[in-house]
């Protein structure tokens, strides 16, 4: 499987931006797929995954209720919606893959997301 991560860009705070992740190869239906972003001078964050098969979603308290990560199986795409952006939403995110939400084996490459105030 190969990831490749798709939609950032220069916004301003309060703006939403839905970002895509594009996966080529075959999925399993237990694989994990997360978001990740990491910031200048900051560790790398983890963002909420989905399950390929079921949908189910998960996302650490810092971001619940902005964040929103959905997938389209037909055309294997996992999306990040991202609400009321702020300007320390600045990062390039990630998307990742894996077997479980602790364990992501293949990564795409980082799309910039900047907002500015």
């Known amino acids: 499987v190969q990831l490749q991560a798709s939609g950032g860009g220069l916004v301003q705070a309060g703006d939403s931006l839905r970002l895509s992740c594009a996966a080529s190869g075959r999925i399993f239906s237990s694989t994990s797929m997360g978001w990740f972003r990491q910031g200048p001078g900051k560790e790398r964050e983890f963002l909420g995954n989905i399950r390929w098969g079921f949908g189910n979603t998960y996302y650490p308290e810092g971001v619940k209720g902005r964040f929103t990560i959905s997938r389209d199986k037909g055309n294997q795409k996992v999306y990040l919606q991202m609400d009321r952006l702020k300007p320390e939403d600045t990062a390039v995110y990630y998307c990742?893959?894996?077997?479980?939400?602790?364990?992501?084996?293949?990564w795409g490459q980082g799309t910039q997301v900047t907002v500015s105030s």
């Open positions: 990742a893959a894996g077997p479980s939400i602790g364990d992501y084996t293949l």
